[in-house]
């Protein structure tokens, strides 16, 4: 299968003298860090601590499923795991995934910029996600938070006597995390574009980051005060929430959706950002229809701020309300299909190879679909009644979250691994990786669609035996998807040290940070570069003369 | 076969017998649900091969062994304008269609029958008018139109019966209702859906569905001897209600008599209906709203008085409405068998304030 | 195509790495290109900053907003037991406060250190006055037992010593600890903001005292302004819902 790689020579190649990796070298170094690209890494190595953990958990969920009766753990323990799992998925993994680790690295090489706007800020966030990560692990190892990761109220209030307020002020400050990040992309993005660089010529990828660093500014404070109105409520024995205290346990779920539904944007929108990259690269094409792709972001972000009550349709909201919610909904959907067919449609005409990002951008494609068409089960109003806090749900965000944005992820590490580290990781071992990643998440994730719509409830720890066949299906399905996931938590480290050296632009794309040394230099451009064409512009970079080299490097 | 194990041959079989993969449809809006799920199906099937299909055949035929120099093309608005207005069409479709279900599966028909649920820690208390009690575990007649009322004691739960294909959120401090009408006999699944706390998953049972003959056999033999308006007069005379409710003229409260479902003038001006809810909202927050011509005097019986008893006290005060009782008789309920007397009516126009009652054309049951 | 010929070859750069031409202030941070674009990018983060602010607090004004609109007479009764000439002292301090800071942010410009630190540390005092009156009001609230959760009473709700106010049935006067709970988060939310403005103030001071913003670095003086005004118009609305909505005439 022809390939479109190309490296340099390996016997005579080797890594550049100097790069942002040798600098400076010593644990002081890093950690005291300002540089974009070491923040990324030392968010890499965090999110995947975090995710090994949160990953671990969800093994003991699967586990536990295999048998009707609640015989691998106590009901509570069970409780815990479950609560656990979502807690630091959601808030110290998917939200800053792809933002803060490629994200951050690769925001100011595509604008041509040498940092973010405020280095400071950034190291301050990856600190504050780490307070975040160790109240949360505090929480867990301190004996555990059993409210689910949506800290319902009273449950979370009155009714728990458990770890609620630690982990709640940790996803305070992984929240906090969240926003400076998110700000200072905003400011990087509007202030600090290379000359040339206008917004039509910013690639996919930032668009994306745009529209996720709107919905991170506005929408996770909004969680942020929540949390502290749930910890106020348990310390003091208030009743904000409290129906028997003359409060109203439904504007929490109000409070809590307005960050939390927006926030499932936050985790999918980088994901279509990397899509869009590696999509466009693999078929030697312009993304097809660029500005309708740029624009569905911003709506999604936009939008999405506008449906949270989805959430809520059973629980006795308006019936004219909910008619509201379910129609934007409907609307918010059509942006993300617009993507899809416009990604399909750039492989048209395209040239196209299939390396491991392509791969998992495949699955992607397929499994995003089939996760955002699940969507519009739930934002139908009738059918949400019997589909709601059901299996069913628990597939549909899976197949968004883990079949979406984590697909989206892998697609985007193996895709930059080569400009961050300067090295290939192995093609083989990866594209094997990415297949099994693929079967397993079917196996694991499509029974619970039947199980769902048989009406088997979500966080139960013992169920009824009509549902085991196909829990037996996804606890399999999960055995498989751990390896999926083991693989290249293997080789990347290996490569590392034996991986091929990639060269500048080992995939011959468009993008200013491969044009530039792999590993970059710590300011990034020796003299900032002058952006004089489109986003995607294959004909440029073929016809790119020795003299425009040096105008981008 | 005879080389498999037993154990796993057993296994094999248990698991073969006990394999679903589609849940019975029970009630008459089950049909309905299942039309709109295989359209919806439908839709992502064909949504999803369209996408693969583009994706896969471009795969093919545009690969860089068949293709090797890519076309550049910048994009079409026709195309764009399709696939935002196709998608919207469709989406716009199955919004209506799901609206048209949601509002018959949570808008009751004024002549069903009414049951009444307690979400707890971690049971389900089902109330029939009758006075009949059950803990996780529903008994309804076939053919006829049920109304469940839910509350919650303490934290949320929601009330799911999937063979019905209905599901509502019982929540503390208000009453939600759901509709539906069971089609066929049998013995069904029902869950908590709403984390609830340690015995979440333990906090299932089962509906049972029962011929009307069967129902009207279980009634006679699970009744506890009073309705639950019977335990709300008791209640009435129990808590001292009618201290100051007694319905006479030198009464400091207003007579309930004819109370429900009737609307109110307000001290403020704004008027508000009689319903349930703002029955079991009086008795928990009695100064909240004060009628007209009163002054809040009554005591709050918040943190006395469970969520069951306040549903005797409702029924009791609808009890005392002899449309209601109408009603109540057509419904096929049984409150008929267990009426109280009712106490005297006020001396309308004398005395104590009476409460002033808007006329409202067209009111029926909220 | 020959990727290695695609880009710089990091042999051309003097070993120090950074390109570091001394044609700019000292204050420039060298991943800025001019110190046109530092101050943009740090005015427009401090703006989008203030946008999560008013999210934060958006969230309470929210929960006031419904609670309000329920236990109207609870709010009434609660809003009423607030010391009026205790809550318009403390705006006009702190209005005066915001006069200080942007005299602070013009004697930066004009590049008068006396004068930037005279005023800087008028902000404090100003500030300090804020937190001071605050405290004496927090006092009361606890001397009388209207602070919940820790010392809650309806009697002064259901047997009022004022003799305008309106006697509250008891289950009404007990939605009073509603009201107390959003005015203690709120002015407590608002009074933590003071602080860590005060905090900021103290260390500008002392960079002040070192010439650090009289020599054209004027952008973090700015900017704390910005986020003082801020702080002072969550104030300018906390007042009027807090104290002043409702008083009996």
Known sequence: MSTIVSLPDQSTAKLPSKSYLNQEYGLKSWLLTGDHKRIAMLYLFSITFFFIIGGVLAGLIRLELLTPPADLMATDTYNKVFSMHGIIMVFLFLVPSVPATIGNFLIPLMVGARDLAFPKINLLSWYLYWIGGIFILSAMVLGGVDTGWTFTTPLSTHYVNTHVVTAAMGIFMAGFSSIFTGLNFIVTIHRMRCPGMTWFRLPLFVWGHYATSIIMILGTPVLAITLVLVALERIFNIGVFDPTKGGDPLLFQHLFWFYSHPAVYIMILPGMAVISEVISTFSRKRVFGYTAVAFSSVAIAVFGFLVWEHHMFIMGVSQYSALVFSLMTMLVAVPSAIKIFNWSMTLYKGSITFETPMLYAFGFIGLFTIGGLTGIFLATLGMDIHLTETYFVVAHFHFVMVGGMLMAYMAGIHFWWPKMTGRMYPEAMSKTAAVITFIGFIVTFFPQFILGYLGMPRRYAAYPADFQVLNVFSTAGASILGIGYLLPLLYLPWSLIYGQIAGNNPWQATGLEWQIQSPPLTENFTEIPIMDHEAYDYEWLANKTHHEVQTVG | ?366 | MDSTSIATTPHELESSGLPHAHDHPAFMRHHFEDIGQQREAASFGMWVFLLTEIMFFGGLFCAYLILRNWYHPAFVAGSNTLNIALGTTNTAVLIGSSFTMAMAVYSAEMRRKGQLILFLTLTILLGFVFIGIKGVEWTTEYQEQHVPGINFSIQEFVHPTNPKAIPLAPDMAEKTQLYFFLYFAMTGMHALHMIIGISLLFFMVWRASRGAYTAGHVIPVENFGLYWHFVDIVWIFLFPLLYLISRYR
């Open chain 2, 1 to 366: 076969m005879s080389h498999i194990s037993p154990v796993l041959w057993e296994f094999l079989v248990h698991w073969l017998e006990h394999f679903a993969i589609f849940p019975p449809e029970a009630s008459t809006i089950a049909p309905y649900a299942d039309a709109l799920y295989f359209a919806l199906v439908g839709m992502t099937i064909t949504g999803l091969v369209l996408v693969m299909s583009m994706v896969l055949f471009f795969s093919l035929r545009y690969r860089k062994e068949r293709h090797p120099e890519a076309v550049q093309i910048e994009g079409s608005t026709l195309l764009e304008a399709t696939w935002t207005l196709i998608p919207l069409g469709i989406f716009l479709v199955f919004f209506v269609w799901g609206a048209l279900l949601y509002f018959r599966v949570y808008n009751p028909p004024p002549n069903s029958m009414n049951v009444y649920v307690v979400g707890k820690q971690w049971m389900w208390k089902v109330e029939h008018p009758g006075g009949q009690h059950e803990i996780d575990a529903l008994h309804i007649p076939e053919g006829v139109p049920i109304q469940l009322t839910l509350i919650s004691q303490d934290v949320f739960h929601s009330f799911s019966i999937p063979a019905f294909r209905v599901k509502r959120e019982a929540i503390p401090g208000r009453y939600t209702s759901v509709y539906f009408e069971a089609t066929k006999p049998g013995k069904y699944h029902l869950f908590c859906t709403q984390y609830c706390g340690t015995d979440h998953s333990a906090m299932i049972g089962w509906v049972y569905v029962m011929t009307p003959a069967d129902y009207s056999k279980w009634k006679a033999g699970n009744t506890s001897g009073a309705s639950l308006a019977q335990n709300g007069e008791r209640l009435f005379a129990v808590m001292g209600c009618n201290a100051c409710h007694t319905g006479t003229s030198q009464a400091r409260g207003p007579n309930l008599y004819g109370l429900y479902n009737t609307r109110i003038r307000m001290n403020d001006g704004s008027t508000m209906i009689a319903n349930d809810a703002y029955l079991r909202e009086k008795i928990l927050n009695p100064s909240l709203h004060v009628p007209a011509g009163y002054v809040p005097i009554m005591p709050t019986f918040q943190g006395q008085i469970s969520e069951d008893a306040l549903i005797d006290l409702v029924e009791y005060i609808k009890s005392l409405s002899s449309n209601y009782r109408l009603q109540q008789m057509m419904n096929k309920s049984d409150l008929d068998s267990a009426q109280p007397a009712p106490i005297g009516p006020a001396n309308q126009g004398a005395g104590a304030a009476p409460l002033q009652i808007v006329p409202t054309p067209g009111v029926s049951k909220p």
